[in-house]
């Protein structure tokens, strides 16, 4: 069976300061990648996916940054983090092709202070 | 560009009753329609996923119908438990294979 993987669960960072958060899917191959974020009061915003090592898609233009350095590996980056980065950040994977499931991780609660 | 609405926002009621989610979206154009359950503080749960070529999925206590001409989905649940307390978001695939997320629907079921 799959699973998917995203550390760490909370953080708390000053502002100005880097991000990294990792998540891993086990169980699969090939998968496409999703970042999403969600802030208090909206829905979900898709930040990057990727379709394979290497490539990555980004719908926002901000201070964030993802990268895919192995198949079932997909980190969010930041260098230096703003106050408007704090939210829940969830990781997604889906089957190549358009019919698929998208699964979703347990999430990394981000409090930028 | 493809918009979701789920109204209402929040939704109370009684053990045991049957209730209705409702979804629209804008743009018929979709591969698949996506039911997920949210709790707090926890990832998304899938629930139901329906091809645009389909009427209804079910799944236990939960049944989703797709009307994709009309731009509408409904999750029913039977006999809502406390337990089904949570957040019920839709979310539609379009062509460029990215969902497009509904802001969810809080359900509270009163003991």
């Known amino acids: 069976s799959q699973t998917i993987h995203q550390w760490p669960a909370t953080l708390v960072q000053p502002v100005g300061s880097p991000l990294s958060l990792e998540c891993t899917v086990e169980?699969?191959?090939?998968?496409?990648l999703y970042w999403y974020r969600q802030a208090a009061g909206r829905g979900l915003q898709l930040l990057f996916y990727?379709?394979?090592?290497?490539?990555i898609s980004s719908e926002v233009p901000q201070n964030l940054s993802a990268s895919r350095p192995q198949d079932r590996q997909f980190i969010l980056s930041s260098k230096k983090l703003l106050l408007s980065d704090s939210g829940f950040y969830l990781c997604?994977?889906?089957?190549?092709?358009?019919?698929?499931?998208?699964?979703f991780g347990p999430g990394t609660r981000l409090t930028v202070t | 560009k493809q918009e979701v609405t789920q109204i209402p926002a929040a939704l109370s009621v009684p053990e045991g009753e049957n209730l209705v989610l409702n979804c629209s979206f804008t743009?018929?154009?979709?591969?698949?329609l996506q039911w997920f359950r949210q709790d707090p503080g926890k990832g998304l749960t899938s629930l139901l996923l329906?091809?645009?070529?389909?009427r209804e999925q079910t799944s236990g206590r939960l049944n989703a119908s797709l009307d994709k001409s009309s731009g509408r989905s409904t999750l029913y649940i039977a006999a809502s438990q406390p337990g089904d307390s949570a957040t019920y978001l839709c979310?539609?695939?379009?062509?460029?294979?990215?969902?497009?997320f509904g802001k969810g629907i809080t359900l509270s079921v009163r003991p």
């Open positions: 743009d018929s154009a979709i591969y698949n």
């Open positions: 997604a994977w889906a089957r190549l092709g358009l019919a698929g499931q998208q699964y």
């Open positions: 990727s379709v394979g090592i290497g490539q």
């Open positions: 979310a539609v695939k379009g062509a460029n294979s990215k969902l497009t």
């Open positions: 329906i091809q645009s070529s389909q």
């Open positions: 169980g699969t191959s090939n998968p496409n």
